[in-house]
Protein backbone atom coordinates (compact mmCIF):
# COMPACT_ATOMS: atom_id res chain seq x y z
CA UNK A 1 0.00 0.00 0.00
CA UNK A 2 3.06 2.36 0.69
CA UNK A 3 4.30 1.80 -2.64
CA UNK A 4 1.05 2.74 -4.39
CA UNK A 5 0.92 6.09 -2.28
CA UNK A 6 4.60 6.68 -3.45
CA UNK A 7 3.78 6.50 -6.83
CA UNK A 8 0.00 8.07 -6.94
CA UNK A 9 2.54 10.87 -5.34
CA UNK A 10 4.70 11.33 -7.78
CA UNK A 11 2.11 11.42 -10.61
CA UNK A 12 0.46 14.31 -8.74
CA UNK A 13 3.99 15.93 -8.66
CA UNK A 14 4.82 15.40 -12.24
CA UNK A 15 1.14 16.52 -13.66
CA UNK A 16 0.95 19.75 -11.09
CA UNK A 17 4.06 20.73 -12.91
CA UNK A 18 2.85 21.82 -16.13
CA UNK A 19 0.82 24.92 -17.40
CA UNK A 20 -1.82 23.03 -18.96
CA UNK A 21 -3.31 19.86 -19.66
CA UNK A 22 -5.64 17.02 -20.83
CA UNK A 23 -7.79 14.66 -18.98
CA UNK A 24 -8.92 11.77 -21.39
CA UNK A 25 -11.34 9.10 -20.13
CA UNK A 26 -11.22 5.63 -22.13
CA UNK A 27 -13.52 3.06 -21.97
CA UNK A 28 -12.19 -0.52 -23.67
CA UNK A 29 -11.46 -3.46 -23.86
CA UNK A 30 -8.62 -5.53 -22.13
CA UNK A 31 -6.82 -8.57 -23.25
CA UNK A 32 -7.34 -7.94 -26.76
CA UNK A 33 -5.63 -10.66 -28.16
CA UNK A 34 -7.46 -13.54 -26.09
CA UNK A 35 -4.64 -15.25 -24.97
CA UNK A 36 -6.47 -15.96 -21.55
CA UNK A 37 -9.56 -16.08 -20.10
CA UNK A 38 -9.38 -12.80 -18.66
CA UNK A 39 -11.08 -10.76 -21.28
CA UNK A 40 -12.67 -8.03 -19.23
CA UNK A 41 -14.06 -3.76 -19.65
CA UNK A 42 -11.77 -1.42 -18.56
CA UNK A 43 -11.99 2.31 -17.19
CA UNK A 44 -9.15 4.48 -17.96
CA UNK A 45 -7.94 7.91 -16.97
CA UNK A 46 -4.92 9.73 -18.57
CA UNK A 47 -3.53 13.15 -17.74
CA UNK A 48 -1.13 14.54 -20.51
CA UNK A 49 0.20 18.06 -19.46
CA UNK A 50 0.85 19.40 -22.17
CA UNK A 51 4.37 20.94 -23.20
CA UNK A 52 4.90 22.61 -26.81
CA UNK A 53 8.56 21.97 -27.79
CA UNK A 54 10.41 21.91 -30.71
CA UNK A 55 8.65 22.16 -34.02
CA UNK A 56 5.26 22.77 -34.62
CA UNK A 57 3.13 21.03 -34.47
CA UNK A 58 4.78 18.61 -32.67
CA UNK A 59 4.00 18.57 -28.52
CA UNK A 60 5.52 16.54 -25.52
CA UNK A 61 4.88 16.67 -21.91
CA UNK A 62 4.57 14.35 -18.91
CA UNK A 63 1.45 12.11 -17.99
CA UNK A 64 -0.29 9.67 -15.31
CA UNK A 65 -2.92 6.52 -16.16
CA UNK A 66 -4.78 5.18 -13.82
CA UNK A 67 -6.13 1.92 -15.28
CA UNK A 68 -8.85 -0.21 -13.76
CA UNK A 69 -11.12 -3.20 -15.13
CA UNK A 70 -13.75 -5.85 -14.30
CA UNK A 71 -11.12 -8.73 -13.35
CA UNK A 72 -10.10 -5.87 -10.33
CA UNK A 73 -6.88 -5.75 -12.42
CA UNK A 74 -5.18 -2.03 -11.48
CA UNK A 75 -2.43 -0.09 -12.95
CA UNK A 76 -0.97 3.32 -12.31
CA UNK A 77 1.94 4.98 -13.79
CA UNK A 78 3.81 8.28 -14.82
CA UNK A 79 5.85 8.86 -17.47
CA UNK A 80 6.06 10.82 -21.03
CA UNK A 81 4.13 11.29 -24.13
CA UNK A 82 4.77 12.56 -27.34
CA UNK A 83 2.20 13.68 -30.09
CA UNK A 84 1.42 15.51 -33.34
CA UNK A 85 -1.25 17.22 -35.17
CA UNK A 86 -1.03 15.63 -38.67
CA UNK A 87 -3.97 17.40 -40.03
CA UNK A 88 -6.21 20.09 -38.38
CA UNK A 89 -8.04 18.75 -35.90
CA UNK A 90 -6.57 15.11 -36.38
CA UNK A 91 -3.88 14.05 -33.67
CA UNK A 92 -1.65 11.40 -32.96
CA UNK A 93 -0.23 10.00 -29.51
CA UNK A 94 2.08 7.66 -27.81
CA UNK A 95 3.25 7.17 -24.63
CA UNK A 96 5.20 5.12 -22.39
CA UNK A 97 4.51 5.11 -18.26
CA UNK A 98 6.05 2.77 -16.06
CA UNK A 99 4.36 1.83 -13.31
CA UNK A 100 2.97 -0.42 -10.43
CA UNK A 101 0.43 -3.51 -11.19
CA UNK A 102 -1.82 -5.75 -9.46
CA UNK A 103 -4.00 -8.26 -10.90
CA UNK A 104 -7.53 -8.38 -9.73
CA UNK A 105 -8.79 -11.96 -8.17
CA UNK A 106 -9.70 -12.76 -11.64
CA UNK A 107 -7.18 -11.01 -13.62
CA UNK A 108 -4.44 -11.56 -15.42
CA UNK A 109 -1.01 -12.52 -14.36
CA UNK A 110 1.64 -10.55 -15.67
CA UNK A 111 4.86 -11.46 -14.31
CA UNK A 112 6.13 -8.60 -12.31
CA UNK A 113 4.14 -5.70 -10.17
CA UNK A 114 6.44 -3.29 -12.49
CA UNK A 115 4.82 -2.54 -15.72
CA UNK A 116 5.66 -0.50 -18.79
CA UNK A 117 2.27 1.05 -20.31
CA UNK A 118 2.55 2.00 -23.73
CA UNK A 119 -0.22 3.74 -25.64
CA UNK A 120 -1.06 4.71 -29.06
CA UNK A 121 -4.01 6.99 -30.52
CA UNK A 122 -5.42 8.63 -32.76
CA UNK A 123 -8.25 11.67 -32.02
CA UNK A 124 -10.25 14.18 -33.54
CA UNK A 125 -10.97 17.69 -31.91
CA UNK A 126 -14.48 18.26 -32.14
CA UNK A 127 -13.45 21.70 -30.59
CA UNK A 128 -10.71 23.88 -29.09
CA UNK A 129 -10.89 21.62 -26.11
CA UNK A 130 -12.65 18.57 -26.64
CA UNK A 131 -11.53 15.64 -28.47
CA UNK A 132 -12.61 11.62 -29.07
CA UNK A 133 -10.97 8.86 -30.88
CA UNK A 134 -9.26 5.24 -30.70
CA UNK A 135 -6.02 3.79 -28.81
CA UNK A 136 -4.31 0.88 -28.56
CA UNK A 137 -2.20 0.25 -25.44
CA UNK A 138 0.00 -2.58 -23.77
CA UNK A 139 1.14 -3.32 -20.79
CA UNK A 140 4.64 -5.44 -20.26
CA UNK A 141 7.27 -6.02 -17.57
CA UNK A 142 10.06 -5.57 -20.03
CA UNK A 143 11.01 -9.11 -19.19
CA UNK A 144 11.43 -8.06 -15.46
CA UNK A 145 10.03 -11.05 -14.19
CA UNK A 146 10.00 -14.64 -14.28
CA UNK A 147 7.49 -14.96 -17.38
CA UNK A 148 6.56 -11.54 -19.68
CA UNK A 149 3.08 -12.23 -21.08
CA UNK A 150 1.91 -8.73 -21.81
CA UNK A 151 -1.42 -7.59 -22.79
CA UNK A 152 -3.33 -5.38 -24.85
CA UNK A 153 -6.15 -2.88 -25.01
CA UNK A 154 -7.97 -1.21 -27.04
CA UNK A 155 -10.03 1.84 -26.37
CA UNK A 156 -12.99 4.65 -26.79
CA UNK A 157 -11.69 8.07 -25.63
CA UNK A 158 -12.80 11.39 -24.62
CA UNK A 159 -10.38 14.05 -24.19
CA UNK A 160 -10.73 17.22 -22.22
CA UNK A 161 -8.41 20.07 -22.24
CA UNK A 162 -7.93 21.75 -19.13
CA UNK A 163 -6.30 25.22 -18.30
CA UNK A 164 -4.09 25.54 -15.09
CA UNK A 165 -5.64 27.94 -12.47
Same mark, same amino acid.
Given at each position: ???? &? ?10 ? &? ?39 ? =? ?14 ? =? ?10 ? *? ?32 ? =? ?22 ? *????? &? ?16
Amino acid at each position: MRFK &SLVVAICLLISS &SVTAGELTLALGEDDLKGRRDSKSTMLNFWYFGRQRGGIEP =FYWGYGAVIEGDTDRD =FFIGGGVYAGVE *LWPRIFLDFSIMPGYYQKGPNGTLLGHPIEFWSH =FGFSYAINPTTRIGVAASHKSNRD *LGDFN &SGVESVHVTFSKTLKKR
